[in-house]
């Protein structure tokens, strides 16, 4: 365990039911911290390139950091990163909760799977041990059922379960892998997990994780402390609302866009703003495994009508972008119940609202009819549909055969023009934070290694926020690649760390390196740590350029390029991408031709051997 | 605790938020045994005549056994006694699983719960020790969800939990009492809980529990054991298909009434033999808490249509038979999924399937329309509605207003002859064995202390069984009586020890006897433990006969009077209830005109305090 400057990898091959345990040690510790970054670099060099994400050629590698589990505030969470299904490209997704922190605390910093098994099987992990076990009477359970089943199987509350429901099974390209009622959402991690058999990981992890330097490294959770209570957003907004706090503000600013993208604001919003929600349907604030002083986990209920009785841990502020905003439903209820679908089913929340809002402007717009959508008519605001498209689309059944395709792929299949109006990049749908209000989230989108995700590359939440903050220079190209690019390298801190973002947010630089020195034994300094996070960006770069990636690839859909918001405070605007895509190369050091990383910068961050 | 002559009480006022601990000594021990019919003597003496079941002047009376939580087989359940919302008259319900055993397990006999909590609580009883929780987050929430939060809050994956779903906090009058996905169904026991602002009992339970004389508990346990091992139905079929296992030889005797009663046999009633559904949908047998070795929980999974993801703990044998047979729907899955829904809500499958089968009925005849059926056709067969009946029944929302009332109540409002064919006693409806091709059934129902059910006296199910075996004598009175009114109180035993019905069927009277005796020190006969059983049976009449019972109430639906099933081996019969109520009054001593029990049986019982 990296408690000093070794990390403990197991390695479980599926095929053979070989159980490895490996070490790494000296110059890679400090190169590559742990959880993100480490994982990229793992990944890199472990998968060939061009191999099908759903084949036994693709491989898991799911991480916690070397602050995961301990007494560092908002460190509770873990990366899992293979082959994305959904875009074919590199694929790093992240949850919070009680997982991360078992993994860790088993004494596992990284754990690795390969192959396929035969049958169903979930993996059972103790101290220094893993078992396989057989897995085919949860295999078509919901994940809560499944996280049920094995704990009673267990009698232990504590396990750390992460799993897959029917989606993930049936590998539609963006199943999610759940834990608790959170999810490691986009990119399809579920559909990997599914393509291998393997339904569930479940960790027991008791053991406790000692700081190299205590003393200094109290000290460096007192100065987080002190960040984080003095950090007006995290510790009043969040508190109260966790990430769906921003919503109103983000709604003034004409940030959030309404039905597929359409609209810049809608007249109902107010009856998604935050406030109502806490009022009416909060029940409690929970939170991570990892101490955390403002849980931003909200459990929610439904109480009254078609969708009553239902709970969700949320939703956050996207779900309620995806299929509140994006398919212009305010049934807050509806949404609620949505959102607890998706995690039952595991799907990823944004994918599955933007394919549905995507589907109603085609029906809308007459593209596609009843004949191909059972019968329903797929207008924007129709509530009653949610659960059976969300039903239908873990279980390709039905239309949902279509929805599960995504947005890019139904577009190409539906044609007359609706790839315009795919909100989708590299495959993945976007985020709900409009770059035509706020342009560095423009590059967030079209350059992130995920695909058009909104926080893989930077954070779109905290840039709208402060873009919003600074009146209309959010509409300028200028020095968005700036922040952009450092956001994105301090992403990779936060993911390897690994560091809750919104915490994250609010803590320093300087009790960052403190935190992580004092645990590990490391000597970062803080350019040290952020050359790291660079060395991140450029492995992940590189995955994907092996597998294709030219700088076309890095574009928005047109709605975002060539089309105005219908209303809202931004009716004027569109996104001049390629402005600001020049600055952002220049900045990383990338060719401007073809977005590769030039020879030299690689070189400069110790990844010649790339 | 009662592992010697004594029996330890918990009374918590919900008022006034007391908590006392009692303790009963002496001859009460071995007149009222426990469980049951030391809850109906309690329910007798603590409950005025007349009282409003969902007034705070109802109280809750919630018990174990002397041999729940021992190592005795199949000694798992506990008891909920109280005044029935669904029937104004006596009720006790009991449920299988952990529940009972944590209950005995953490040194409590008998929980009882008086008045009303401002707002809505849990208690969490611990070894000597009941806190009153907060539980306003948990308001509104299934069955399910509750369970899993509480189990989140304690970190204890192994605390017994009961809990009242939304319909037990609508007061739903055939609302019932969860324990893991096992019901204490039956008569509205939900419903009371709900009425008290009480969402649900915790108990962890740590002691393990001494026998008074350890080698003669063995033998008597070694006995038990060979009983059940010898007993063909329940050391085969029982361990293949639960209580579902007499379905196929049922259905050849015409056994299980379809469409609400009409039929006596269908085509299509192989879809639901036991043989297919473990086939298709079995995915693990599950047991209550106690040893047992049969294991007749079976935990089944839809896995495809509309109803796919569901899991539910059975269906047992009752709800195949109310949401399946008598509502005409063959679609297993959506049967999986009515009981499943009923467990999360916290509904008796019973009830519900009835109540939705007689209004098909209704709406098939005419006697109401879409005007009230919020626009549903509410016809035999429809799967697709089970699930929005269900939901606004539990939430008495539009039509399930109407369905929460259940059959007694809406044929009273719908009227047009509908009375005739509401399947029920005494406002409860009734069990799945159709008494005009198995006389002895009809006594069950029609003099049963809780209303039409098919098991508070005696067991339909064994008796349907037996009669089928002995040719055409099961359409004679003769006879009838007799078995009805030995299982009857025998019964009383099974439910006071406690045993589960079904492993207890096979268990001698001499190892019953045996175990009592060795684990408690008391010093029973076989007749003596009879007499017992007989006394429990008066003191519930008694308490009926305090409510204004005659014997007029002691009746059957006139369909099953004076109508021959449309179809199957039956075709010829009605009930002949009248000499059977005779030959069962006269072996009871019960008065004739009256129904009363006589003085002399009273005292003879050691009931004349009565």
Sequence with gaps: MSNS???????????NKEVLKESILGEDVEMYLGGRVLGAKMLYKELPAAIDPLSPENKLFISAGPLTGTTTPSTGRYVIQTKSPQTGLYL??????????????????????????????????????????????????????????????????????????????????????????????????????????LKALAVKGGQTLEPVHPKAFQDAIRHMYRDINSHAVIAESFRLYGSHSAFSALTAGGIIPWRNWQDGTSPNAEALFPENWRDQFVVKDIRCASPCNFNCGKLTLARKGPHAGVISDGPDYETVYSFGASCDITDFSAIIEADALCDAYGLDTISMGLSIAFAMECFERGIIGKDITDGMELRFGSSRLLRPLIHATAYREGFGQWLSMGTRKMSEQFGRGSAAFAMQVKGMEIGGYDPRGAKSVALIYACGPRGGCHKSNGSANAQSRMELQSGDTRYSTEGKALVTKKQGDR??????????????????????????????????SVEGLYQMGERGSNLERMFNVREGLTRKWDTLPDRLLRQNPANGPNIHQVVELETLIDDYYTLCGWDLETGIPRREKLEELGLGWL
Tied chains: 1, 2.
Excluded at 5 to 15: A, C, G, P, Q
């Design 5 to 15: 400057k070794e990390w403990i990898l197991f390695r479980v091959n599926l095929s």
């Design 92 to 197: 790093s997704t992240l949850s919070g909760g009680h997982f991360g922190p078992a993994l860790r605390r088993a004494g596992c910093d990284m754990l690795i799977v390969e192959g396929v098994s035969e049958a169903p099987v979930y993996l059972l992990m103790g101290k220094d041990d893993i078992e396989i076990r057989e897995a085919s009477h949860l295999w078509g359970m919901t994940t809560g059922d499944t996280q049920a089943l094995i704990k009673e199987e267990l009698k232990d509350a504590e396990t750390g379960i992460a799993c897959i429901g029917p989606a993930g099974e049936r590998k539609v390209p963006f199943a999610a892998v759940i834990n608790e009622r959170r999810a490691a959402g986009r990119g399809g991690a579920g559909a990997v997990m599914g393509s291998k058999n």
């Design 491 to 524: 992403r990779m801190i936060s993911d390897s760390a690994t560091f809750c973002i919104f915490a994250h947010g609010a803590i320093s630089d300087e009790a960052t390196v403190a935190a992580l020195n004092a645990f590990t034994g490391l000597d970062y």
